[in-house]
């Protein structure tokens, strides 16, 4: 039973440009199925998690972590009474907007754009769903509903201070509200990123033997989750073994996560969305203790993962190929493909939206796309361990970002 809280499709805000909804879907449904059916959402499959997608078969791209987040986040969205559909959505829609080569790449663009308003993800995925997908007869973009995007723009809270190119320029057009909590199903979308990403990021590491088994076993809360392992099956093999540690570590976050967000709830007594947005704070949280522990956890996969010696010297091999792309691009507008030269006639002499334009395309590419192009156009091949491999392939050890 949907709380009364929740967000309401049939109270929608509506979307930007009018049109008849469907009789069969909400218009959360509607939002989620657009956002599936994406260019940007596909072009995912082939985007960084943390290892370049083409390092392994097993590893998580954009993609798939993506579609993880969504399980989660509806698991936890339908225990506490909200409306799945836009939750759905959110975490679906909530990493189109990252370039290629993961937050390497991210701190490139933003490091490009600097000079022309900036680069941030959370913006961009707004600047794909309302502006650069252009499929359909009427509108540019997926014309979402006005909570799907509220969602997208501020699931991790407010949005304060400077506000990114992107997310400024549609707000002028389409009042996000931004200075204010989304949604409650937002929020989950939010939390559910952690969650996925603590869990899957502890699986690949150790696929990539980053780091052992054994020192996962010294974490905070991993070890008990071990242990309970090791007391109900002595005997499981080391394959077995992790996956049921890890199931059980997964477990304890969300479990954490609607039992803290429910007691939030009750304290707050919210009588509609309204009071959830107005609330001050975010109703979905970790508790302080899960907080800590897991600030320990992410501390030792920054090191261990995020910065192991072969990730960084990936990470400066990619930067390398954005920081060369984008000048090249900004010197010859000839060398972008016809349908965005036709946005650069568009903006003739405007430095900054053409530099907003290469942005796009390059924020566009995924990782493969974007290590093949700039072999073509520089004519060096690229370094061995960014060349893609065959079908298939699986390395223990990862060396890339």
């Known amino acids: 039973m949907r709380a009364i809280y929740a967000s309401d499709p049939a109270a929608t805000r509506g979307r930007l440009h009018p049109e008849v909804e469907s009789t069969f879907r909400s218009p ?28 392994g078969d097993y590893f998580r791209t954009r993609l798939t972590h993506s579609i993880e987040v969504a399980q989660v986040a509806r698991t936890i969205s339908g225990a506490l009474g909200l409306n799945a559909e836009l939750t759905e959505a959110v975490a679906l829609a909530h990493d189109l907007g990252h370039p290629p080569f993961g937050h390497t790449g991210e701190d490139a663009l933003e490091a490009l754009m600097r000079p022309y308003g900036g680069f941030d993800h959370n913006a961009q995925a707004i600047r794909i769903v309302t502006s650069l997908e ?23 809270g407010p949005v304060t201070g400077e506000i990114p190119h992107a997310l400024a320029r549609y707000d002028a057009q389409h009042d996000l509200e931004l200075s204010s909590h989304a949604s409650a199903e937002a929020q989950v979308a939010a939390l559910s990123d952690d969650i996925a990403y603590n869990n899957h990021d502890l699986h690949d590491g150790l696929r990539a033997e980053l780091f ?27 394959y077995r073994r992790r996956h049921e540690a890890l199931r059980r570590f997964f477990g304890i976050l969300v479990e954490d996560v609607i039992a803290v967000s429910r007691a939030n709830l009750a304290a707050l007594d919210p009588q509609s969305v309204a009071d959830i947005r107005g609330a001050g704070r975010m109703m979905v949280q970790f508790s302080p203790d899960i907080w800590t522990k897991l600030k320990v956890i992410r501390e030792f996969l920054f090191h261990r993962m995020y ?21 090249m691009f900004m010197a010859d507008t000839s060398l972008l493909p016809r349908q965005w030269r036709k946005d650069v006639a568009d903006v003739e002499g405007d430095e900054t939206a053409l530099a907003r334009i290469v942005c796009d395309y390059i924020s566009g590419m995924t990782d493969r796309f974007a290590i093949v192009e700039h072999a073509r156009l520089t004519g060096v091949e690229p370094a061995p361990a960014l060349r893609a491999q065959g079908p298939g392939h699986l390395r223990s050890a990862p060396g890339t970002f």
């Open 28 to 55: 959360f449904q509607r939002d989620r199925d657009r956002i599936i059916h994406a260019s940007a959402f596909r072009r995912l499959k082939h985007k960084t998690q943390v290892f370049i997608e083409h390092e």
């Open 134 to 156: 252009r499929h359909y007869a009427e509108w540019d973009g997926l014309n979402l509903t006005w909570e799907t995007l509220e969602g997208i723009a501020k699931h991790n």
């Open 212 to 238: 052992s088994t054994d020192e996962l076993a010294e974490l905070p809360l991993l070890g008990g989750c071990f242990a309970e392992v090791d007391a109900a099956y002595p005997d499981l093999n080391y």
């Open 307 to 327: 910065r192991a010696p072969e990730v960084v010297e990936m990470r400066a091999k990619v930067t390398a190929i954005v920081h060369e792309l984008f000048p």
